[in-house]
């Protein structure tokens, strides 16, 4: 490809973004809630919610584990061990639930959705759908939208629960912390719509935006087994570069 | 492959499971947790209660017995009114019991010390603990100290 197609270094990441951007208009434009979508869309959340179940919830047991290990043993030099359940249950839902599940997300379920397109492009299914007079937006693209933004927060939830039960296990089972104290604190610091409310709306732009980066470099992908490959790397490269950004704006703004 | 069904009930069960995980998180993990059992209502009157907050814990001889429920400005004596919720199983606290303000801990958060007196009489729902010490405010603490050792220094 020659640079006057592709422009310069700098102006070539910027129309990448910008066909992204117009890819996802065009995808909502077509957008519709049929009882076929929906059903599609359930399917879809099967693929990208139940299959990355497993790395989920062996990543939140021991992410809440050694979270607590850690705190417990900076705390008790303060004196104040107490104050373990606060800072799990704050850094789990306000921060590390949301991020590391969409991480985990990226990995698992988003490179598996680019390869599935970028395969069917590459085997000519797209075009194949087309010719039927099937829009592709409409019977690819939308459901995998869809699950993203639905599947990401029930996994940062049930992320977030095995983490709880990490901590659980390691403050009061191993180290013998009260567990009503823990539970009383946690009670009194956490509140619901900031804290945990603040969480799952991340986690529900997360799930959306790892869906989308993962639609569109399967949809972009060049039809070859090599362009595919590279399509699978953007998509973890960028959703975790998008992600971390977004986490921190958004952190921003419910601040 | 699994057919159509059974993904769509797999992932039906996958939906409910994270129904299942919100619900308990938001009832057991934040402020709105539901406080288990019977429970009865205390008022109490500080003049200072320095970083209190709702929910804190509300405690006897170390034993967390209820928690706080709300604290507000009396209008009229301009005292801060605690509201304490204590389970009903401690029914039989004195009449002349006492409150403190006390803190756990360096970093520990600032609870409710009830003290109990020898009253015959018991605390019935909605009553008020008359006997009150508020929060050691580490300012005020400092300006006694500091006068002291002036005065000290004059004799």
Redesign the interface.
Known sequence: MNSEQNGTVLTAPLREFGRAGLFLLTAFSRMRFGRRQLAEALRQVYFAGVRSLVIIVISGFFVGLVLTLQTYDTLTRFGAADAVSTVLALSLFRELGPVLAALLFAGRAGTSITAEIGLMKATEQLDALDLMAIDPMERIIQPRLLAGAIALPCLVLIFNLTALVGGIFFAVFLMGSDPITFWANMQSSVELLRDFGGGMLKAVCFGFVAAWLAVWFGWSARPTSEGVALATTQTVIATAIAVLVLDFILSAFML | MKS?HQ??L???V??L??VA??I???L??????VVSGESYELQAGFSNVGGL?P???VSMGGV?IG?VEAIDLDPETFEAKVTMRISSEYDNLPEDTSASILT??????QYIGLEPGGSPEVLADGDRILITSSAMVLEQLIGRYMFNSDSEGEE
Do not use: Q, V
């Open positions: 159509s993904i769509e797999t992932a039906g996958f939906l499971l994270a995980a919100l308990f998180l938001a057991h993990a934040t402020d709105r947790g907050k929910r804190a814990t967390a928690m756990s801990g360096i970093l520990g958060d």
